[in-house]
């Protein structure tokens, strides 16, 4: 409509002469030549005489070489044909890669040395390296380890075997280790895909910044926080450590899209790959990505996107949860989840774009408009497909987020919120950003940009026809960024255990103090080099400090008792007895002593939860035999009972005699149950193992 008119009076209007562009970020550099604009290397063609391409003879200096270096620099011209990506000079592109290697491999040197002080990883036997893993991740292992079985099964090697010569008249003898250790292959992996990731927030950080002097700010800022960004040097496997590094590279993407002027195919097939690893290993990423899908939507209607970059993106997006929910064996949660209905509400308020810009409304009325109508539909389809489809898989979640807000509280529900890291954020969090001058720095940059947007909206909002709409505004990307941590931050403060994207996405917002977008007029007085120099001189003061403490965290991993319960499990039951208890021995159980389990840590499926609160009825205070009758149900031959949970809470309310009170009224006041069978487990019971922490009952059948 009148961006059309706009466009036409652009066209018509005379065309000032153009002045040589700056450079541009390492990763976009100058214009491609022959892209229609002179480079700031690149003069015109003199009058009267012929360009390159018509003129016989040497070719002129100012003609763009072709693509050398052999297969790397063939490569390197390839990936960026494909992903849209403007020649940058080849010094300072292999400069940026070389940097990023080098924080990668630093990264990596870095939460290797800090598990292998706090565990002595590397000196431990295979058995107490998988029980140096607990809860979801021993689960990971296990099926690492039941594909090595069946691999050996059918005869596919998984084994390294060599000859060891034994001396004089000895014969030579042949030794054998297994590929299968699935705590070592997990740890490997983990690391150095977390090293890469460090590889990628310097990419980042330069990209989005326009300086490599902001891909340093970021990783300088992700070590100076490391305790707040990661948990990956403690408890390596965990989902969060497979699918962060794909949320890295597919927010990079994400930027590279929303700042370029053309969108290519490759650029959208990475994002369509990131997007799926990202979801794959990790249930909480679908709520990343709604927060993401959320940003970009208010991008839109605020006019620093076009509504077809929009559409590719949501596109994009679709063919991914598609993609997702085939490779996860049809879980259905994902296409009932909020996720999937806002995509698709979002999708509808885009296809009606003509019928909203015929409503005879003001700008801010039309914004709230869209808001109200995405916000409310995607609440009402999210609750109509998951009653059509019977789908409560994530039911948890909404009443763990309305626990948050109001007095709600469940047996679930305060299975969450009684573990420190999904209780609200920490109030020493922000203390600990404002020491680091991340807090302090990641302000400045919000505001700048803020008065960037009140300065785009303030002359739309203020304009008298409401029938004219704005025109696309310039840097989307920041403005998504902005919003984007505005979601971060909300996620971080109801949920700990979500600041793993607050700060790392703080230190990438870090990176703008090097933006001449926003701080132009400084630069033009001091030398961005010298403000850089300034900011990581103070960061470093408690940087420093905080890795110091790291580094001196000095530890060996002993659990002689659970040693103990995993060895007779082995040697003293049938390899088809059944065990039911806590959920993290229970992964250990899987892992090590291979043996079937009712009940394990993955908690986002709603026949897993039934199952678990069951078993977890053994520390209610209900009858033994009302418990014992269910684990039967359950086919449940023994049951690992642990007294210290009978007994333990991290606050009042929370141990789990008391968060059975709330679930079960009927009973509260009676002795709880695992109190009784610690003294004496008959007659429903029969103690066959017993050490300073674990009691096994094995179950009687009537």
Known sequence: MVLQARNKHREAAPKPPQPPRASQSPLRGAPDAGAGEPGPERAPPSPGRKGAAGRKGPRAESAAPPARGGLGGRLAAGLRGALGLRRAGRGRTWTTLLLAAFAAVLHWSHITHLFENDRHFSHLSTLEREMAFRTEMVILASWYRIYTKIMDLIGIQTKICWTVTRGEGLSPIESCEGLGDPACFYVAVIFILNGLMMALFFIYGTYLSGSRLGGLVTVLCFFFNHGECTRVMWTPPLRESF?????????????????????????????????????????????????????????????YIDICKLQKIIYIHMISLALCFVLMFGNSMLLTSYYASSLVIIWGILAMKPHFLRINVSELSLWVIQGCFWLFGTVILKYLTS???????????????????????????????????????????????????????????????????????????????????????DHGELVYHALQLLAYTALGILIMRLKLFLTPHMCVMASLICSRQLFGWLFCKVHPGAVVFAVLAAMSIQGSANLQTQW???????????????????????????????????????????RPIVNHPHYEDAGLRARTKIVYSMYSRKAAEEVKRELIKLQVNYYILEESWCIRRSKPGCSMPEIWDVEDPANAGKPPLCNLLVKDSKPHFTTVFQNSVYKVLEVIEE
Not at 273 to 289: D, G, H, K
């Open 552 to 594: 001196n965290i000095v530890g060996e991993f002993s659990n002689l008792p659970q040693e103990e319960l995993i060895e007779w499990i082995k040697y003293s039951t049938k390899p088809d007895a059944v065990f039911a208890g806590a959920m993290p021995t229970m992964a250990s159980v899987k892992l090590s002593a291979l």
């Open 387 to 473: 009653k059509i489809f019977g789908i409560a898989d994530d039911a948890h979640i909404g009443n763990l987020l309305t626990s948050k807000f109001f007095s709600y509280k469940d047996f679930d529900t305060l299975l969450y919120t009684c573990a420190a890291e999904f209780d609200f954020m920490e109030k020493e969090t922000p203390l600990r950003y404002t020491k680091t001058l991340l807090l302090p720095v990641v302000l400045v940059v919000f505001i700048a940009i803020v008065r960037k947007i009140v300065s785009d909206m303030w002359g739309v909002l203020t304009k008298q026809q409401t029938h004219i709409r704005k025109p696309q505004f």
């Open 243 to 303: 699918s962060y590094p794909f949320l890295v590279l597919q927010m990079l993407l994400v930027t590279h899209i929303l700042r370029a002027t053309k969108l290519y195919r490759g650029s959208l097939i990475a994002l369509c790959i990131s997007n799926v690893f990202f979801m794959l290993p990790w249930q909480f990423a679908q709520f990343v990505l709604l927060t993401q899908i959320a940003s970009l939507f208010a991008v839109y209607v605020v006019g």
